[in-house]
């Protein structure tokens, strides 16, 4: 194993890690995804689903992820290349190109939560305004959709995109050092916001039974594969695994850090939020009689303020509450995934941190801004408005309900096989207080393999059997963008080829050096 890291960054304290660790897990995916998607699969009947993906797949695959950075002290390709060779490393860049796309739309969406968070000091909440684009005339939609698509046709998400790339830039720019005090004020500034938003919510009338939808258990629904395959992609998007971001963060932790207690508390703080954020906002979502029934950006940008605006008092003071609380959440996570492709080039290349940010913000920020495009391809605003908002879902379904676990899958496979679950739990327990037992062999190598290729063959099925993802809104494109019925396929290709042809290029190219 390498022992030479010379001056690689450390973290200064364990607590330091864990928040930052917690503040990468905690996100979007906290705050209004898993409410989308726990509403999606029947509110209480995604609780059950939820919990054994968090406790069979979740936290073993943090300890895996963790556990490998902290055991070679390199970001992914170079933990992957140490403990399986060009295989591994192959399968470390995959994940740092899919980690490059999810980066992307990421920090677009962080660019139109800035643009709501400027909206919510007041011309989020007045009289709806025409978009003649849309085909919209005064008062035809509820505020905060006309806001939201207002601003979605114009280039001001491009500005908000690269004001959010320069502040994941100056959080990361000396790495660990900087991202350390960022996440100290963030994480429980975060936290704070949040327990305001649930105070108001389940003391609102009514709100209280928002709190009964999420918590009332519904068997049947469990046999739908559809939601296991839900609760999946959710643990693994809302943890930061599959993208070998957590073995990037545990690269820079003292060794003989505790890798399993680290595993649970970052787990356990990760969906404690998380359950608690579907509190606040399932009771907001009923007291204003707003059905969730949403796409988890819709929830994000329209039904959620929706519900904000509906409220007593406070209107304008509880929407910027919101969007300051995901802008906070989402920077800490940004910042991660940023981080971990950084780290990777870094160890691979040798390049300094300076040179290595600045080329990875360049190319970001273009993808960003091809996410925030602003032209309208689709009037009836069916699924997606604008040409950047269809090219984010295109690539969002690809990421998000394949590529995590493919990552999650080829890991276990790696260490399961090819490594052996033996020598990482081992090394795992020499400085942990919780022990892991053989069960834990049989979870890697076994359990979680047959699980996720359970839930990704099913996904497969249906694409073939459903048509391809996104195929079946390409009906209604206005005039001109006719071009965007193939949309689906060139994304998908798009995505399967840079993900394997940059993974292949990358394996072959530099080597790994130790250095910080
Ligand atoms: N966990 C983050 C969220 O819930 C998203 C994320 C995924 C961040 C993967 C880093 C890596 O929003």
């Known amino acids: 194993m390498p022992e030479k890291s010379v001056a690689r ?16 897990a905690i996100g979007l995916g906290n705050i209004v995804f898993f409410s989308a998607n726990a509403y999606r699969f029947g509110g209480g009947a995604f609780y059950l689903p939820y919990l054994i993906a968090l406790f069979v797949i979740g936290i073993p695959v943090m300890i895996l992820e963790f556990g490998l950075g902290n055991f070679t002290r390199h970001a992914f390709p170079g933990s ?3 403990i399986a060779g060009n295989k591994g490393e192959f399968i ?31 011309a989020l909440w007045k009289t709806s305004v025409a978009i003649p ?3 919209l005339a005064e008062g035809d939609l509820a505020n905060p959709v006309a806001f939201f698509f207002q601003m979605l046709s114009t280039w001001k998400p491009v500005i908000f995109v690269a004001i959010i790339w320069f502040f994941n830039i100056l959080i990361i720019r000396k790495g660990v050092e900087t991202i350390e005090p960022a996440t100290r004020i963030f994480v429980p500034l975060m936290w704070i916001f949040m327990i305001i938003l649930i105070i108001r919510g389940v003391t609102l009338d009514n709100g209280i039974h928002g709190v009964y939808l999420l918590f009332t258990p519904n068997f049947s629904v469990m046999k739908n594969p559809a939601v296991w395959q839900g609760a999946f992609s959710q643990i693994f998007f809302t943890l930061s695994l599959g993208m070998g971001t957590m073995t990037a963060y545990a690269s820079y932790l003292p060794r003989k850090s505790d890798v399993t207690q680290n595993s649970v508390i970052t787990s356990l703080l990760n969906c404690g939020f998380e359950y608690i954020a579907g509190l606040a906002i399932f009771s907001i979502l009923f007291a204003c009689a707003v059905v969730p029934q949403a796409s988890t950006l819709s929830m994000t940008f329209f039904i959620l303020p929706r519900g904000i605006g509906e409220m007593p008092a406070g209107v304008a003071a509880f929407g910027i509450l919101f969007f300051g609380l995901l802008l906070l959440a989402g920077l800490t996570s940004s910042v991660s995934l940023v981080e971990t492709v950084v780290s990777s080039i870094k160890d691979n290349f040798g390049w300094t941190r300076r040179k290595t940010v600045g080329i990875a913000a360049t190319v970001g920020l273009i993808g960003s801004a091809c996410f925030a495009l602003p032209q309208v ?4 605003l069916e699924n997606d408005g604008t040409l950047g908002l269809t090219l984010l879902d295109l690539m969002d379904h690809w990421v998000f309900s394949y590529g995590l676990l493919i990552i999650g899958l080829s890991e276990c ?15 795992v327990n020499s400085n942990s207080r919780i022990q892991l037992g053989r069960w834990f062999n049989v979870l890697v190598k076994f359990v979680i393999p047959s699980l996720l290729i359970y839930v990704l063959a099913i996904s497969v099925w249906g694409e073939f059997h459903d048509g391809l993802y996104g195929m079946d809104y390409a009906d209604n494109y206005s005039e001109g963008y006719s071009f ?3 949309a689906p396929i060139v994304v998908f290709a798009f995505w399967i080829i ?19």
């Open 9 to 24: 960054g450390q973290w200064k304290s364990r607590v330091g890690f864990i928040l930052a660790a917690s503040g990468s």
């Open 80 to 82: 992957l290349s140490r």
């Open 92 to 122: 470390g860049w995959w994940a740092n190109v899919n980690a490059a796309f999810l980066t992307m739309y990421y920090i677009t969406i962080l660019g139109w939560v800035l643009g709501m968070l400027f909206g919510s000091f007041g």
């Open 133 to 135: 684009a849309f085909g």
């Open 377 to 380: 391809v689709n009037p009836g």
């Open 413 to 427: 496979l790696l260490i399961g096989w090819v490594y052996g679950v033996d020598k990482i739990r081992r090394y």
């Open 484 to 486: 965007m019925r193939s």
């Open 498 to 516: 840079a993900c394997t042809v940059g993974g292949v290029i990358l394996t072959r190219k530099g080597e790994f050096k130790d250095h910080e």
